[in-house]
Nanobody, 128 residues
Framework: QLQLVESGGGLVQPGGSLRLSCAAS????????VTWLRQAPGKERERVSC????????DYSDSVKDRFTISRDDTENTVYLQMNNLKPEDTATYYC?????????????????????WGQGTQVTVSP
């Protein structure tokens, strides 16, 4: 089955850290640009970070820059999102999405139809 599976979410106190994983099965993730997005209840979906092929390019939204780090391990067919100094406003469902292989650049699009694969999401809650 061709799919992306996110994991690593949970409940954490403000200032804490989590590492999210986005694992691909049934296809080779190294051929795809991977984006992390998030959506909080009642809010629009937000693009958080993106990593291009072989990690050559990475970008972050202003809201997470200097706190989140995206990386990929192509031997594990997985992309990670290390989240440090978490804030209550980071509370959301986090999704990873893969785009390519003929589109090897990051995009600012946030709809499922703009990606080849989209995970089921993992919940991150930041609360005292």
């Amino acid at each position: 089955q061709l799919q992306l599976v996110e994991s690593g979410g949970g409940l954490v106190q403000p200032g804490g850290s989590l590492r999210l994983s986005c694992a691909a099965s049934g296809f080779t993730l190294r051929d795809y640009v991977v984006t992390w997005l998030r959506q909080a209840p009642g809010k629009e979906r937000e693009r958080v970070s993106c990593i291009t092929l072989r990690g050559a390019g990475r970008d972050y939204s202003d809201s997470v820059k200097d706190r989140f780090t995206i990386s990929r391990d192509d031997t594990e067919n997985t992309v990670y999102l290390q989240m440090n100094n978490l804030k209550p406003e980071d509370t959301a469902t986090y999704y990873c999405a893969a785009r390519g292989p003929s589109l090897p650049i990051c995009t600012d699009k946030t709809t499922k139809t703009d990606y080849n694969y989209w995970g089921q999401g993992t919940q991150v809650t930041v609360s005292p």
